[in-house]
């Protein structure tokens, strides 16, 4: 699996890998209205329930993008995980540190790489 695309969390002593795909940019925006809504609405989160309920759902959507891939890739059936496993195999402690691996899953599913053209290609004359 992409290392750079990914962080490592462990859920029920198994490992999983969040990535952040199109298809759960896709999902986040149409619960959010956008990635760029996502902290805002954890933050805002009416009461201490809903944040969990939003963080778990945030790590069964990120952890199942890797087992989407590999069953897709490997031709593999392995069962995603699910918001009832998450709430089941963590404790609320545990979800608080998963905040760093979500977040650097996010940042680098939008991290850009930005190549500079060599100065003088641009401002060559042809003769």
């Known amino acids: 699996m992409d290392k750079e695309r990914s962080s ?4 029920g002593g198994k490992e999983y890998r969040l990535i952040l795909t199109t298809k759960a940019t896709k999902e986040i925006a149409k619960r ?3 990635l760029e809504n996502l ?3 954890l933050m805002k989160a009416e009461n201490f329930e809903m944040a969990l309920e939003e963080i778990v759902w945030l ?5 199942n993008q890797s087992i989407l891939i590999n069953n897709r890739l ?10 009832d ?3 089941l195999l963590t404790s609320p402690h545990e979800l608080a540190t998963y905040k760093d691996a979500i977040m650097e899953a996010m940042f680098k599913g939008t991290k850009r790489h930005i ?4 100065e003088n ?3 060559e004359q042809v003769e």
């Open 59 to 63: 790590i069964a959507l990120l952890a």
């Open 32 to 34: 959010y209205g956008g």
């Open 39 to 41: 902290g805002e609405k």
């Open 115 to 118: 190549e500079s053209e060599d």
């Open 121 to 123: 290609s641009k401002n």
């Open 74 to 83: 490997n031709g593999e059936k392995e069962e995603l995980l699910t918001e």
């Open 85 to 87: 496993d998450v709430e």
């Open 8 to 11: 490592l969390i462990t859920i």
